[in-house]
């Protein structure tokens, strides 16, 4: 068994290293790829299983993560992420080398700082400019896991970068084994939700949603407050208001993500980061009309 300090060096390299999947400035057609096609800073978004014990429970168990990258064209790459790894929360950065083949394939390995483990991606770069896409998966034996890539706005973001109405789904686990919401089941579980919210431009946000938890499903609301870095990171707290049956409960919730793409093909991609919780989202921004 690893140590607690290995097993989140395993964790973070891991997770950092599908960051290293870039995405391209130029076209990716077939045969017109290399390292400068992996340049700027992107958005990325991770889901897995451990599968082999690095000293952080019993395997399997799940992991998230949601970070961004940096490519500098010519085979080097920084990122710096925040991990849900079985619930508990690892904020990481790393460095590390990338190689990209001219059919548009890649490979990479890093590793996180300031020590720990090497690990390794395998992936594809599709589309180009702000709509370039990586993705990959790990082929280390520790995890099997897959991801995201998408170029952040290269001028970078504000608050008003997010505005308009959007589209969320997400999906995930509660590993906490905390005290359930009265009429739903008791954690762990498996959790989903699918649901639109429209944001003001100026860190305010508000929706409905449907709910899967377990065997339970219900409609619920929420209004959110959030914050947007320059580089295109975001955060969110959510108060939702649930019903049940001895009445509405309102609980709170935070996400960590990313903004990626412009105009009508806008992404955030986000993981919850509250103890316990192992869930992704995806929010698409809705044409407008």
Request: with cysteine.
């Amino acid at each position: 068994m690893v140590t607690r300090k290995l097993a989140r060096s395993l964790l973070l390299l891991g997770l950092l290293f599908p960051l290293l999947i870039g995405v391209t400035t130029v076209n990716a057609s077939p045969g017109n790829c290399s390292l400068a096609t992996l340049k700027g800073t992107y958005g990325d978004q991770e889901q897995g299983t451990v599968v082999m014990d690095i000293g952080f429970g019993t395997p399997p168990f799940p992991v998230v993560l949601s970070g961004i990258v940096t490519y500098d064209g010519k085979g080097k790459v920084w990122a710096t992420d925040t991990a849900s790894f079985n619930g508990v929360l690892m904020p990481g950065t790393a460095t590390g080398t990338y190689a990209v083949n001219p059919d548009c394939t890649y490979s990479d390995e890093i590793t996180p700082y300031p020590s720990g483990p090497t690990s390794h991606h395998a992936g594809i770069i599709t589309g180009e400019g702000i709509s370039q896409q990586v993705d990959f998966t790990y082929t280390d034996p520790w995890l099997v896991a897959f991801g995201t890539l998408r170029k952040t706005p290269p001028w970078g973001c504000s608050s008003s970068t997010l505005k308009g109405t959007y589209e969320i789904f997400g999906q995930g686990e509660d590993t906490s084994m905390l005290i359930p919401i009265p009429g739903f089941p008791l954690p762990p579980f498996p959790a989903g939700h699918v649901g639109v919210f429209t944001a003001d431009g100026a860190g305010h946000f508000s929706g409905k949603d449907v709910e899967k938890v377990d065997v339970v499903a219900a409609p619920t609301t929420f209004i959110a407050t959030y914050t947007v870095n320059p580089n295109c990171t975001v955060s969110f707290t959510l108060t939702e208001t649930i019903p049940t049956p001895g009445g509405p409960v309102t609980m709170t919730a935070h996400e960590t993500g990313t903004i990626t793409g412009l105009g009508d093909s806008q992404e955030v991609h986000s993981i919850m980061t509250d103890a316990g919780w192992v869930f992704v989202d995806t929010a698409n921004k809705q044409m407008r009309r």
